[in-house]
Protein backbone atom coordinates (compact mmCIF):
# COMPACT_ATOMS: atom_id res chain seq x y z
CA UNK A 1 0.00 0.00 0.00
CA UNK A 2 1.56 3.46 -1.03
CA UNK A 3 1.81 5.90 1.73
CA UNK A 4 2.90 9.37 -0.40
CA UNK A 5 2.40 10.28 -3.80
CA UNK A 6 4.50 12.98 -4.85
CA UNK A 7 4.16 14.90 -7.72
CA UNK A 8 7.23 16.07 -10.15
CA UNK A 9 7.15 19.28 -12.05
CA UNK A 10 4.19 20.33 -13.72
CA UNK A 11 2.45 16.80 -13.65
CA UNK A 12 -0.49 18.08 -10.85
CA UNK A 13 -1.17 21.25 -12.50
CA UNK A 14 -1.29 19.78 -15.67
CA UNK A 15 -4.17 17.47 -14.59
CA UNK A 16 -5.91 20.10 -12.95
CA UNK A 17 -5.99 22.21 -16.20
CA UNK A 18 -6.48 19.24 -18.58
CA UNK A 19 -9.78 19.43 -16.48
CA UNK A 20 -11.05 22.88 -16.42
CA UNK A 21 -10.04 22.69 -20.12
CA UNK A 22 -11.94 19.35 -20.89
CA UNK A 23 -15.34 19.91 -18.81
CA UNK A 24 -18.09 18.76 -18.75
CA UNK A 25 -16.18 15.57 -20.36
CA UNK A 26 -14.55 13.40 -17.68
CA UNK A 27 -10.82 13.43 -18.66
CA UNK A 28 -8.59 9.94 -17.78
CA UNK A 29 -4.94 9.56 -17.65
CA UNK A 30 -2.33 7.58 -16.77
CA UNK A 31 0.05 7.98 -14.57
CA UNK A 32 3.93 7.31 -14.92
CA UNK A 33 6.40 7.45 -12.32
CA UNK A 34 8.56 5.46 -9.80
CA UNK A 35 7.76 3.94 -7.03
CA UNK A 36 10.37 4.25 -4.16
CA UNK A 37 9.05 1.73 -0.99
CA UNK A 38 6.06 3.09 -0.20
CA UNK A 39 6.16 6.42 -2.21
CA UNK A 40 5.23 6.97 -5.56
CA UNK A 41 6.80 9.72 -7.89
CA UNK A 42 4.86 10.75 -10.53
CA UNK A 43 6.56 11.88 -13.55
CA UNK A 44 4.61 11.47 -16.42
CA UNK A 45 0.65 12.06 -17.28
CA UNK A 46 -0.51 11.14 -19.64
CA UNK A 47 -3.85 11.65 -21.15
CA UNK A 48 -5.76 9.20 -23.25
CA UNK A 49 -8.98 9.61 -24.88
CA UNK A 50 -12.07 9.11 -23.23
CA UNK A 51 -14.30 6.29 -24.98
CA UNK A 52 -17.34 6.75 -23.06
CA UNK A 53 -20.82 8.50 -24.69
CA UNK A 54 -21.46 9.97 -21.43
CA UNK A 55 -19.78 13.06 -19.62
CA UNK A 56 -19.63 11.56 -16.51
CA UNK A 57 -17.84 8.70 -16.47
CA UNK A 58 -14.76 7.05 -18.72
CA UNK A 59 -13.54 4.18 -20.59
CA UNK A 60 -10.36 3.80 -21.71
CA UNK A 61 -9.78 1.13 -24.81
CA UNK A 62 -7.26 -2.04 -23.78
CA UNK A 63 -5.15 -1.27 -26.72
CA UNK A 64 -4.40 2.41 -26.00
CA UNK A 65 -3.74 1.52 -22.24
CA UNK A 66 -1.39 -1.20 -23.57
CA UNK A 67 0.52 1.47 -25.66
CA UNK A 68 1.10 3.73 -23.26
CA UNK A 69 2.63 1.42 -20.49
CA UNK A 70 4.67 0.18 -23.00
CA UNK A 71 5.81 3.90 -24.06
CA UNK A 72 6.72 4.77 -20.27
CA UNK A 73 8.42 1.81 -20.02
CA UNK A 74 10.78 2.90 -22.83
CA UNK A 75 11.40 5.96 -21.26
CA UNK A 76 12.45 3.89 -17.79
CA UNK A 77 9.05 4.59 -16.06
CA UNK A 78 6.34 2.21 -15.22
CA UNK A 79 2.55 2.67 -15.03
CA UNK A 80 1.83 3.71 -11.21
CA UNK A 81 -2.15 4.63 -11.77
CA UNK A 82 -4.96 6.53 -12.95
CA UNK A 83 -6.07 9.75 -12.74
CA UNK A 84 -9.75 10.98 -13.83
CA UNK A 85 -12.28 14.25 -13.82
CA UNK A 86 -15.35 14.73 -11.89
CA UNK A 87 -15.51 18.20 -13.72
CA UNK A 88 -18.54 19.31 -11.87
CA UNK A 89 -18.60 17.12 -8.75
CA UNK A 90 -15.90 16.90 -5.94
CA UNK A 91 -12.89 14.82 -5.67
CA UNK A 92 -14.08 11.91 -4.43
CA UNK A 93 -14.32 8.40 -5.79
CA UNK A 94 -18.25 8.13 -6.96
CA UNK A 95 -20.19 4.45 -5.95
CA UNK A 96 -19.52 3.33 -9.54
CA UNK A 97 -15.64 4.29 -8.67
CA UNK A 98 -15.40 2.15 -5.89
CA UNK A 99 -16.98 -0.95 -7.60
CA UNK A 100 -15.48 -0.56 -11.01
CA UNK A 101 -11.53 1.43 -10.92
CA UNK A 102 -8.68 -1.03 -10.70
CA UNK A 103 -7.20 -1.99 -7.18
CA UNK A 104 -4.05 -1.71 -5.62
CA UNK A 105 -2.81 1.69 -8.01
CA UNK A 106 -2.88 4.63 -7.05
CA UNK A 107 -5.86 6.56 -7.86
CA UNK A 108 -6.41 10.46 -8.65
CA UNK A 109 -9.53 12.23 -8.86
CA UNK A 110 -9.55 15.84 -9.17
CA UNK A 111 -12.29 18.35 -10.36
CA UNK A 112 -10.02 20.97 -11.53
CA UNK A 113 -9.23 22.39 -7.84
CA UNK A 114 -8.86 19.97 -5.30
CA UNK A 115 -6.75 16.50 -6.21
CA UNK A 116 -7.41 13.71 -4.17
CA UNK A 117 -5.42 10.59 -4.01
CA UNK A 118 -6.29 6.87 -2.86
CA UNK A 119 -5.68 3.77 -3.53
CA UNK A 120 -8.69 0.61 -3.09
CA UNK A 121 -7.68 -2.43 -1.52
CA UNK A 122 -8.80 -5.76 -3.14
CA UNK A 123 -11.88 -5.23 -0.91
CA UNK A 124 -12.83 -1.76 -2.42
CA UNK A 125 -11.74 -0.14 1.01
CA UNK A 126 -10.49 3.45 -0.08
CA UNK A 127 -7.25 4.41 1.44
CA UNK A 128 -6.44 8.34 1.25
CA UNK A 129 -2.58 8.38 0.07
CA UNK A 130 -0.61 11.47 0.84
CA UNK A 131 0.82 14.01 -1.67
CA UNK A 132 3.26 16.04 -1.90
CA UNK A 133 4.83 18.54 -4.51
CA UNK A 134 8.46 18.01 -5.68
CA UNK A 135 9.46 20.66 -8.80
CA UNK A 136 12.01 19.92 -11.11
CA UNK A 137 14.51 21.68 -9.44
CA UNK A 138 14.81 20.11 -5.94
CA UNK A 139 14.64 16.92 -8.31
CA UNK A 140 18.11 17.88 -9.87
CA UNK A 141 19.46 19.07 -6.34
CA UNK A 142 18.47 16.26 -4.40
CA UNK A 143 19.82 14.06 -7.67
CA UNK A 144 23.20 15.94 -7.62
CA UNK A 145 23.67 15.34 -3.49
CA UNK A 146 23.22 11.44 -3.51
ZN1 LIG B 1 -15.15 8.99 -10.87
Known amino acids: MFACIV ?3 ETRSQLATATRQQAPREITAVLGGRIVGKTVHVERVVALPNQSMHNDAFVIEASQFARCEHDL ?10 AHSHPEGHAAPSQRDREQLWTDCVQ ?11 VLDRDRVV ?4 QASQSMASVTTSGATQ
Open 7 to 9: WTG
Open 127 to 130: HAVR
Open 73 to 82: RDAGLEFVGF
Open 108 to 118: VITNGEQVHAF
